[in-house]
C-alpha cells in the first residue's frame, strides 16, 4: 500500500504526511516548485531535511512555462490578486496523479483543511477539482478526513477514517497540538509564500502579460527582484534597491546592464528598446549619489557604451514606476 503525499513545506501538508505514515502506508512525499515559490531555495533544503528525519526521500518536480501559462489564463479564474489557487491545485494534482501512476501507488495524499481558504479549500471546490482531474474519491485529506465524504482508500479498507482528524476553518491551534504530539517542533514555513497572492507582484506580472507574448522563466524571475518601470510598451527598466539586489541583477546577461561609473548608484537592467537607455540612465542615476559629469555604462552581449545621464528629480522616475500604472 502507498500513497503520494502533496508537500508545500507548511505544516498542515506535513502533518497529513505524518497521519498517514503513523497508519503503516509507505509515503512518498512529492514537493512542486513553481516559478512564484518566494525563497524557495533554503526553504526547500529545510523541507528535504525535515522529510529525511522521517526516513522518506524528498520527491520534487519543477512547474515550468505550462504553469506560467496557467497562471495567464486559469479556467476557475482569480483570487484577491492574480492567484488561480483551483487551478493550481488541479496542476499540482495532476503531476501527483503522474507519480502515483508512474510508482503504482493507491491514493494522493493533501495538507487541505475544509473552509480553511474560502476560493479552493471549500467542500464544492475540492470535489470540482477532483472531478476535473479525474480523481474523483483517490484523494485523501486527513486532517478534515471525519468530516468529508469517504473516499476510495477508505471504502476498501486501506485507511482508518477514525484515525483521521475533524479540523475545519482558519484556525492552526489543532494542527499545533498535534504537531508537538507527533515531535515536528521544528518545520519550515511553506516556503516563503506564493508571490501570486501579493498584491504588488500581481502587478508586476500582470504588466508582462500586456507587454509581451512570449517570455521565459527569466521574464519570471527578475520579477522578484528590484524596482519596475515601465518606460513604453516594449521597454521596461529593473533596478536594485539594495547591494543584494544589484548583484542578482547583473547575472540576468540576457538583458542589457546600465552600470554607474564614477558614482554610487543601483544597477539596472534594460528589457527592450534600447533606445530607451538615456531615459533609463536618468531613472537610475535619481536613485544615486549625485556627483558632477556622472557616467554610466550600457553594457550589452556584444559592446559597451557610456551615456551622460540627465538630472531628474525622484518624483519624477517615480512616475514610471508599474505600480502606478494601474
Not at 53 to 66: C, H, I, R, S
Not at 119 to 144: C, D, F, Y
Request: proline share 5%; hydrophobic share 40%; net charge positive.
Amino acid at each position: 500500500m502507498k500513497a503520494v503525499a502533496l508537500v508545500s513545506g507548511g505544516l498542515d501538508s506535513i502533518l497529513a504526511m505524518k497521519i498517514v505514515q503513523e497508519m503503516g502506508i509507505d509515503v512518498i512525499p512529492l514537493h512542486i516548485i513553481t516559478p512564484f515559490n518566494e525563497s524557495c531555495c533554503s526553504n526547500l533544503t529545510l523541507l528535504s531535511e525535515l522529510i529525511e528525519n522521517q526516513g522518506l526521500k524528498l520527491e520534487t518536480v519543477n512547474a515550468g512555462m505550462d504553469y506560467v501559462e496557467m497562471v495567464k489564463k486559469p479556467k476557475f479564474g482569480y483570487g484577491s490578486a492574480i492567484n488561480p489557487c483551483r487551478d493550481c491545485r488541479a496542476y499540482m494534482l495532476k503531476k501527483a496523479k503522474e507519480i502515483m501512476d508512474k510508482e503504482g501507488a493507491n491514493f494522493i495524499v493533501t495538507g487541505e483543511v475544509l473552509d480553511q481558504r474560502p476560493m479552493s479549500q471549500n467542500k464544492k471546490a475540492m470535489m470540482l477539482v477532483e472531478k476535473e482531474m479525474g480523481l474523483e474519491g483517490t484523494i485523501l485529506r486527513p486532517l478534515s478526513g471525519k468530516i468529508l465524504p469517504p473516499t476510495i482508500p477508505e471504502q476498501k479498507g486501506l485507511v482508518d477514517r477514525y484515525k483521521m482528524l475533524d479540523i475545519k476553518g482558519r484556525s492552526r491551534k489543532r494542527q499545533a497540538e498535534l504537531a508537538r504530539k507527533l515531535g515536528l517542533n521544528d518545520w519550515p514555513n511553506s516556503a516563503g509564500g506564493c508571490l501570486l497572492t501579493d498584491q504588488r507582484f500581481a502587478l508586476k506580472l500582470k504588466d508582462l502579460f500586456k507587454h509581451k507574448q512570449s517570455y521565459f522563466i527569466d521574464d519570471i524571475s527578475i520579477l522578484k527582484v528590484g524596482r519596475h518601470f515601465r518606460l513604453s510598451k516594449d521597454t521596461k527598466l529593473v533596478i536594485g534597491r539594495n547591494e543584494k539586489e544589484n548583484q542578482l541583477l547583473s547575472f540576468f546577461k540576457r538583458f542589457p546592464l546600465l552600470m554607474p561609473v564614477n558614482f554610487n548608484g543601483p544597477t539596472g537592467v534594460l528589457d527592450g528598446n534600447i533606445e530607451n537607455a538615456g531615459l533609463a540612465a536618468s531613472i537610475v542615476y535619481s536613485y544615486s549619489d549625485k556627483v558632477d559629469d556622472p557616467v554610466i555604462a550600457l553594457c550589452t552581449v556584444d559592446k559597451t557604451e557610456k551615456i551622460i545621464p540627465q538630472a531628474i528629480s525622484r518624483e519624477m522616475a517615480k512616475k514610471y514606476l508599474i505600480i502606478n500604472h494601474q
